[in-house]
């Protein structure tokens, strides 16, 4: 069990870091390796959180994942798919105990053991508050021991702090290699709270908030004191929410740089805006409000019974909500509905986030925006 903690808090350090994604992969899987015995290598995904489909995947050794995998996670009908393990109340599964101790009837288990596992193990990476950035699948050859429960209690403790710093990575990403106007700013101030570095576009944001003054070198108050709550804290994450000058919502959060050998901390700012999928379902496919509600919870596997208690509604209106929705789309069923908006929307930048990390460039989290 000390080994199991000693784990957890190298994970919590690990996770706080302003890592890029790729990193933090590879020295989370070192960090597991000794902790939860596993085949291979990890399989580590991020999910879109307003829909739980796959946006980007980490397999050290397969730079592609294969066609066929991603047509059975969004097109077969089969147990252990990464949206409903993560969307669980436990947020953790095995395909042995999934069966009942007979995988053998899964194409699942068939297509695992064709690249030599036997189990499989599917962890959520889900935050405190709910939100799912990832999911994590590990592996085990024929003959090993099942993954026991103080392994499956460690990895769910571990599991928010996974999904929080998979959030911060894909913002670091967003920072260091912005796409537009909203993409997020990373400034690094030293032990005297003076800006050392920063990336492109971080000044708008600066300007944004109140009391800075640029031209003073008069930093907000809102980045000092998110950066003097993170250089005293335990290693963990400051995070504030501030109203900009303009009326929006912004997001800050705090973390130290202990690597670099001198004190540093790292100040990530972020627009508080809905998720993308959000107006491209509308401009896509002209979807009203309800329906986009509906489609949403759709795309997380939510049941007819689960829409109607979650959006407060009959299951005969969100019946032809749904048939609404259908048609828009120009689909016939909950399955194709999924499968259409993956390989339409997803799928485009699941491919582009393998061609990015053989690039050594940032991973993008979120769908494809453009119609």
């Given at each position: 069990m000390p080994d199991l903690e000693r784990a957890a808090d190298r994970i919590s350090r690990l996770t706080a870091a302003p890592h890029d994604l790729v990193t933090l992969w590879q020295e989370t899987t070192d960090v597991l390796a000794s902790a939860v015995p596993f085949y291979w290598t990890p399989c580590w995904y991020t999910l879109d959180p307003a829909s739980l489909l796959m946006t980007s995947h980490f397999h050290d050794g397969m730079p592609e994942f294969p066609a066929e995998w991603l047509h059975a996670?969004?097109?077969e009908d089969d147990l252990h798919q990464l949206s409903d393990v993560s969307r669980s109340t436990s947020g953790i599964s095995t395909l042995h105990e999934a069966t009942g101790g007979d995988p053998s009837a899964s194409p699942r288990w068939q297509a695992n053991m064709t690249m030599?596992?036997?189990q499989e193990l599917i962890l959520g990476l889900r935050t405190r508050t709910g939100e799912v950035w990832g999911a994590l699948g590990l592996y085990r050859e024929p003959g090993e021991p099942l993954f026991?429960?103080?392994e499956q209690?460690?990895?769910?403790a571990v599991a928010p702090r996974l999904a929080e710093g998979a959030r911060r990575a894909l913002l670091v990403g967003e920072a260091a290699d912005p796409e537009g106007p909203e993409s997020p700013?990373?400034?690094i101030l030293d032990e005297r709270y003076d800006v050392h570095s920063a990336t492109p576009g971080v000044d708008r944001w600066l300007a944004e908030l109140p009391d800075g003054d640029a031209d003073a070198g008069r930093l907000p108050t809102a980045v000092l004191t998110v950066a003097a709550r993170a250089a005293r804290g335990d290693g963990g994450v400051a995070v504030a929410r501030v109203r900009s000058r303009g009326g929006t919502w912004v997001v800050l959060h705090g973390a130290p740089l202990v690597s670099t050998g001198e004190k540093r901390v790292a100040v990530i700012i972020e627009p508080a805006h809905p998720s993308r999928i959000f107006p491209l379902l509308m401009a896509a496919y002209g979807l009203t409000e309800r329906e986009r509600d509906v489609t949403r919870l759709v795309l997380q596997g939510g049941s007819t019974a689960q829409i109607a208690e979650e959006l407060v509604l009959s299951t005969h209106t969100v019946q032809q909500h749904l048939k609404a929705v259908f048609d828009k789309t120009g689909v016939r069923?909950?399955?194709?509905l999924?499968?259409?908006v993956f390989f339409t929307h997803y799928e485009p930048r699941f491919r582009d986030n393998e061609v990015r990390v053989a690039q050594d460039r940032p991973v993008r989290g979120g769908p494809v925006t453009r119609s």
């Open positions: 996670e969004y097109l030599g596992g036997d026991d429960r103080p209690e460690f990895l769910t700013g990373l400034v069923s909950r399955r194709d999924v499968a259409k």
